[in-house]
């Protein structure tokens, strides 16, 4: 089941942002790509974005092959069934079970039955995805981060039903993606980083709520201080950095004090109810014109190569090394 990337042809089910930004990673990797979105216009969309993507990561030295040979590799279908031959396929379709669903139930009709179906899910079980497939072992969630051409995260989950072998096959191959890739072993709802990230979200939204800080100052405290050294450490690491037992005595007073809501807080209901999508109609939980909402987005698209670089500097350790 191990091939090198070039010899494993991929498929991606949804070229809307994720998709788009996952094929440039894939193809920068070697694999030949072939996508699909139901969307004409998605579908249009595709070869410019990726290669503007790539284009990118050559400008900063990132691929050893030039852009035109690795669009050779991408080929976007009409129809699902062009997929057929895929050895992997990337399911990043809407965040919607029953969407998620008619693509597998699409998949299970045309792949090799040894061809691997991933998820890129945010938050649905993978054992709920496996519900009702024939052949529920080959599913996996692979959850990656946007922009996914430069970012290094990774979560390969398993499923009650997976076959470690496939996660194994997944793992190995993450490494040739430029990932520093974690295998979740128990389908936990969330995975690990959305975890995290809503327990402090939610926590941000008490803040506000409760009157002690505003959202620029959340916003603030938290770039700086979490902001400043997460791309180094994890929670761990830094406990381990900054000396242990202070964090045993915090949390054992401040624990009864966070948030534990479990109803979607009012500032949140409120905004969304105002139409707000963020920087994508310059209307958020900041203010925005149009052009600040567009500064920011490409803010963000510099700042993730940024990041890169530096995170190139301090690759995970292996075994007793340093970094
Ligand atoms: N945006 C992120 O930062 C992010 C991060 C991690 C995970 N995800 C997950 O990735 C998935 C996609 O997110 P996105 O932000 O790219 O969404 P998106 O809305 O930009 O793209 C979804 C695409 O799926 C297409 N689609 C819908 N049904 C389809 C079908 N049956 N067959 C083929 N194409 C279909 C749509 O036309 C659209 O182009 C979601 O499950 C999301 O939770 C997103």
Redesign the pocket.
């Known amino acids: 089941m191990r091939f090198a990337p070039r010899d494993t042809l991929v498929g991606i089910?949804?070229?809307?942002?994720?998709?788009?930004s996952i094929a440039a990673c894939l193809l920068a990797a070697g694999h030949p790509v072939i996508g699909?979105?139901?969307?004409p216009?998605?579908r249009d969309e595709t070869l410019p974005a990726v290669r503007a993507m790539l284009d990118e990561l050559s400008r900063e030295g990132g691929l050893a092959t030039p852009v035109d040979t690795l669009l050779q590799g991408l080929t976007v279908a009409a129809e699902?069934q062009e997929l057929a031959a895929c050895r992997i396929a990337f399911?990043?379709?809407?965040?919607?079970l029953g969407?998620?669903r008619?693509?597998f139930a699409?998949l299970e009709g045309i792949l090799a039955p040894d061809a691997i179906i991933a998820?890129?899910?945010?938050?649905?079980p993978i054992t709920m995805l496996q519900q009702g497939l024939r052949s529920p072992q080959r599913l996996f969630g692979v959850?990656?981060?946007?922009p996914?051409h430069l970012t290094r995260f990774l979560e390969i989950i398993a499923g009650d039903e997976s076959a470690p072998a496939f996660g194994e096959h997944l793992h190995a191959l993450a490494g040739r993606w430029g990932k520093e890739p974690t295998l979740v072993r128990r389908d936990i709802r969330g995975f690990v980083t959305n975890r995290i990230m809503y327990a402090m979200i939610r926590e941000a939204f008490h803040i506000v709520e409760s009157g002690a800080a505003s959202v620029e100052d959340v916003d603030r405290s938290v770039r700086n201080d979490i902001g400043a050294w997460a791309t180094l450490a994890g929670p761990f690491r830094w406990m381990d950095l900054t000396g242990i037992p202070a964090y045993g005595a915090v949390m054992t007073d401040l624990m009864p004090d966070l948030s534990n809501a479990t109803e979607l807080p009012r500032l949140m209901r409120d905004t969304i109810a105002a139409g707000a999508l963020g920087t994508a109609n310059a209307k958020g939980f900041h203010e925005y014109t149009p052009e600040t909402a567009q500064a920011w987005n490409e803010a963000f698209r510099r700042f993730s190569m940024d990041i890169r670089h530096l995170q190139q500097k301090y690759p995970e350790p292996r075994g007793d090394d340093g970094p």
């Not at 089910?13 to 788009?20: E, H, P, R, T």
């Not at 998820?119 to 649905?124: H, P």
């Not at 959850?143 to 946007?146: F, L, N, V």
């Open positions: 089910i949804g070229l809307g942002l994720m998709g788009k699909y979105d139901t969307d216009a998605r699902i399911e990043v379709v809407t965040e919607d969407a998620k008619e693509v699409a998820s890129n899910t945010s938050a649905i959850h990656w981060a946007e996914a």
